[in-house]
């Protein structure tokens, strides 16, 4: 459904924007996360769970909360990008873009003619409130928030070309898979991979491009800030319930071994619903 598009117009502000991620498919958990207060949910059917009708029941769960939505998209592919964008997605991030030539058509098919070659069924699609938007044509360009992902060290090598596309709002550096690109999967804080992300930090700020990434071992949250990033995408919300889960239980079985040893458990106020 239409509305303004609220992280676009954080962005250009000059702010910074934290958001978490949702990939369990399941719009319950982006129902959740919107409320928790993140600058932005991001749903990631690149390597999440769903196909387009999933991705428009987390849209609804998300647009009851205060919270925006963004969704990654599994390739850069102009169908699936048209499909997407009619679903009512405004913020879209587009992976493994290695080329400025493919950052154009990326861009071109997130958008209305004369900017881009985006379809029109702006009549009865949902971004526009299925035609009850006024002006939705005239709107959607504006509103439309693009983020590329740089993801190997020719993407890096590309990187000022990228960053110079029209529209390409935010660039986004995937430092786990730039790693792997160079034989260095899961090694963030290696002096290698470290110097491809700061070459291309310093095309993308030059171009006065919205920087964004994930913490990693290379760089954490304010790491990332000192740097110029502005678009942090942080927690995932399977490792969120991974990690709370894990964390409930090894409480719970230092409270039985202690118990069983004759001892006074050692315990917190506890969590409960």
């Known amino acids: 459904m239409f509305t303004p598009n609220r992280l676009k117009s954080q962005l250009l502000s ?3 924007a934290y ?31 769903g196909d387009t009708r999933d991705i428009v029941d987390i849209l609804r769960a998300i647009e009851g909360t205060p919270t925006p939505a963004m969704v990654r998209v599994p390739w850069n592919d102009h169908v699936l990008l048209k499909r997407v964008i009619d679903a009512g997605v405004q913020s879209v991030m587009i992976p493994s873009v290695d080329t400025p030539e493919a950052a154009e058509a990326a861009v071109k098919a997130c958008l209305y003619p004369p900017q881009g070659f985006r379809g029109y069924a702006a009549s009865v699609v949902r971004a526009s409130t299925f ?3 006024p002006d ?3 709107k959607a360009n504006g509103n439309m928030l693009i983020a590329i992902q740089l993801e190997s060290e020719t993407a890096v090598r590309n990187a000022a070309a990228i960053s110079a596309i029209e529209g390409a709002d935010i660039i986004f550096i995937g430092i786990n898979d730039l790693a792997a690109s160079i034989g260095l999967i899961g090694q963030t804080d290696h002096p290698d991979v470290q110097a491809l992300t700061r070459q291309a930090e310093e095309a993308i700020l030059k171009a006065g491009k919205v920087m964004g990434t994930v913490p990693n071992a290379g760089a954490g949250v304010n790491d990332l800030l ?13 490792a969120l319930l991974r990690d709370a889960a894990r964390a409930a239980l090894n409480d719970y079985r230092a409270i039985r071994e202690a118990r069983a040893r004759g001892e006074v458990p050692k315990t917190g106020k506890g969590t409960s619903y």
């Open 19 to 49: 958001g978490c991620w949702v990939a369990g498919g399941s719009a319950t958990n982006g129902e959740i996360l919107g409320h928790v207060g993140f600058d932005f949910v991001l749903a990631d059917h690149e390597h999440g769970i």
């Open 136 to 138: 939705y044509v005239a």
């Open 14 to 16: 000059g702010e910074a």
């Open 131 to 133: 035609g009850m938007e």
């Open 226 to 238: 000192d740097r110029g990033y502005r678009f942090i995408a942080g927690p995932y919300d399977v």
